[in-house]
């Protein structure tokens, strides 16, 4: 019985929050794109950059003379641990160098599913594929970075993370399953990684960012797993509630390309401006053990 009323208290906390939010970013959406300096010979990784954000960051990118890399067209399935690792194999081939990796690929509000390996979908796919893919193209964003010139690893998180909790014992949510719930985890996960990532590259002295981006409440097919009615009730509200897929990119751009934040990582961006992510995202000894879980889980050696 105890579990139950875990569960339901979890679900109840986790709406306040959802509401907090949607009121704040009800209040907060402005944020115009400043122009961005060129950024010629420079190559990026986009996920999910075949539509909606992800699309639109791809677009810019390539309008200031960045070659970008659409894992779409070269095929990556984040939900598959080896595809992550032949998509990776597949890049390295090709002798790129990489100075951007925007993580942006993602589901929303999915129906409990797993993936070939066996994790929640969204744990996998947003975030565990992420982490993998990340890890294993570290050694080529060192390479390719250098002091003044630093590579950049953006992280697309939300604003979701607020509610998100971590049991270590039951990151598959296999004890009380919720589709809010597992959205939740996934992005307060990549947040616990965005900045033990970062806090390891600051003690190696390797010239390499990482920032987590919130994009706000945008308008896209993230939502298409939501209820018929809850779609229903939605469409009034989208276009006062809801930021086109071109705004909910300007963040992610800014954070690849904006000059003011040469050398600056471990930031939580919000609007194109540092923001507090939740308390529980800063707990150090939390994201050391999620750093230790995920090498666990992917057969990777911690260092």
């Known amino acids: 019985m105890w579990w139950l009323l875990h569960c339901i208290l979890g679900f109840i ?53 960045m070659h970008v890399v659409i894992v779409e067209f070269m095929y990556l399935d984040l939900a598959s641990l080896t595809s992550v690792r032949q998509f990776v194999q597949r890049y390295k081939a090709k002798g790129l160098p990489l100075h951007i990796l925007v993580n942006n690929a993602g589901v929303m509000l999915v129906p409990e599913r797993r993936t070939e390996d066996g994790f929640e979908l969204h744990f996998g796919l947003n975030y565990l594929g992420h982490f993998l893919l990340t890890v294993l193209l570290l050694d080529v ?79 896209t097919a993230l939502y298409d797993n939501l209820s018929s009615l809850a779609k229903l009730a939605k469409k009034p509200f989208a276009k006062l509630l809801f930021r086109t897929p071109a705004e909910g990119a300007s963040t992610a751009i800014y954070s690849a390309a904006a000059s003011e934040l040469e050398g600056i990582g471990g930031l939580y961006l ?34």
């Open 13 to 65: 906390r986790l709406y306040l929050d959802g509401v907090k939010v949607l009121l704040y970013q009800l209040f907060n959406r402005s944020f115009t794109l400043p122009d961005l300096p060129k950024q010629n010979g420079k190559v990026a990784i986009v996920t999910g950059g075949a539509r909606g954000i992800g699309y639109e960051i791809s677009r810019h990118l390539v309008s200031l003379d």
């Open 141 to 219: 964003l060192k390479k390719s970075g250098k002091p003044g010139k630093f590579s950049r690893i953006i992280i697309m998180s939300s604003a979701s993370h607020y509610g998100g909790r971590l049991t270590l014992d039951d990151l598959q949510g296999r004890m009380c399953y919720s589709a809010h719930g597992a959205y939740a985890q996934s992005k307060l996960a990549l947040l616990l990684f965005s900045y033990h990532l970062q806090n390891q590259l600051w003690v190696g002295g390797d010239p390499v960012t990482v920032n987590a981006v919130d994009p706000g409440m945008v308008d």
């Open 270 to 303: 919000y609007n194109g401006r540092k923001t507090e992510s939740s308390a529980l995202s800063y707990d150090e000894r939390l994201q050391s053990k999620m750093w230790k879980e995920s090498c666990a889980l992917v057969g990777l050696q911690q260092n």
